[in-house]
C-alpha cells in the first residue's frame, strides 16, 4: 500500500508494510484483471487511516476465507 505523498518524510519508506490479498479480490472481479485492480485501487485510495483499515479488513477477510472448509459440488 502507497502512503500519499503529503505524509512522505524525507528517509521513511513509502509504503505500509501491509499488503492487500489479492484471492479474496479475485472472488469479485469476475476473471477480470483491470477489475481486480481497480478493486484495489479503490480501497488503497483515500486518507491513510482509512486506506489501512480496508486493507486489514481484505485481510481479515483472507484469513476467514482460509479457513473455511473446501465447498464440494453437489
Do not use: F, W
Not at 469476475?30 to 480501497?43: I, Q
Not at 479488513?57 to 459440488?73: C, D, G
Amino acid at each position: 500500500m502507497r502512503i500519499p505523498p503529503a505524509h512522505h518524510a524525507g528517509s521513511e519508506p513509502k509504503t505500509y508494510p501491509l499488503s492487500i490479498p489479492q484471492a479474496p479480490l479475485a472472488l469479485l472481479d469476475g476473471g477480470d484483471p483491470a477489475r481486480r485492480s481497480t478493486l484495489a485501487e479503490c480501497l488503497a485510495d483515500g486518507p491513510p487511516h482509512h486506506a489501512l483499515a480496508n486493507a486489514m479488513m481484505v485481510n481479515l477477510l483472507h484469513t476467514i476465507l482460509q479457513r473455511l472448509p473446501a465447498r464440494t459440488a453437489p
